[in-house]
Structure formats: C-alpha cells, structure tokens
Nanobody
C-alpha cells in the first residue's frame, strides 16, 4: 500500500521557518521524482519544488527561490522542504507527490499525501 505522510506544518509569524517532511512507503521511492505542491481554498494546486530521484536536480518556483530548499534522503525514504523567511502568501496546505518522470503538472503525479497545513501570520 502506497503511503505519503507529510508532517512539520504549523503556524508561524512572517519571517519564520519550518521544515516539512514527507515519509514514503509502499513503492520504489528512490526511483521516483518527488515534488511539493501547495493549495489554498478556491485556487489551483501550485507546484513549489521538484527533485530528481538521486537528488542531483532540483527546481523551485520563482516565488520561493532563495527561501525554500527541497532535499531527499533515499536511505530514509523521506522528502524535505526547508522553508525560510516565510511570508503570509506562503499560507497553504502543502502536499508531497511522486511521479515516474520529471514534470511540474499535477496530473502526472501518481501518488499524493494528504497534506500538512502551513499558516503564516503577518
């Protein structure tokens, strides 16, 4: 049974930091491309960051460059999103997802976690 379980969300003030984790099981994690998406009510799901299976290639959407870092530990089957200098506009439900190819399209992702809420107050 495939499972992606996010953790690490919470409420912080603007300028604060959080580290999200995503524990994966039930599929060959180290063979999959991983990503973080975020979504707020009434808006489309937005891609935040991507990482290749070996961690050698990463992508960050423009709005988070210089503030967020994506990484993975294949020995622990865990994906991370380190977030610094958080802004109120970063407030969203953050989901991790797995895909067999390099892609930013949500529809290409096979597996999704339930999400962890990040709330940033001004």
């Amino acid at each position: 049974q495939v499972q992606l379980q996010e953790s690490g969300g919470g409420s912080v003030q603007a300028g604060g930091s959080l580290r999200l984790s995503c524990a994966a099981s039930g599929y060959p994690y180290r063979n999959y491309y991983m990503a973080w998406f975020r979504q707020t009510p009434g808006k489309e799901r937005e891609g935040v960051a991507n990482i290749s299976p070996d961690g050698g290639a990463t992508y960050l959407t423009t709005s988070v460059k210089g503030r967020f870092t994506i990484s993975r530990d294949n020995a622990k089957n865990t994906l991370y999103l380190q977030m610094y200098s958080l802004k109120p506009e970063d407030t969203a439900m953050y989901h991790c997802a797995a895909a067999p190819i390099w892609t930013t399209r949500p529809g290409d992702y096979n597996y999704w976690g339930q999400g962890t809420q990040v709330t940033v107050s001004s």
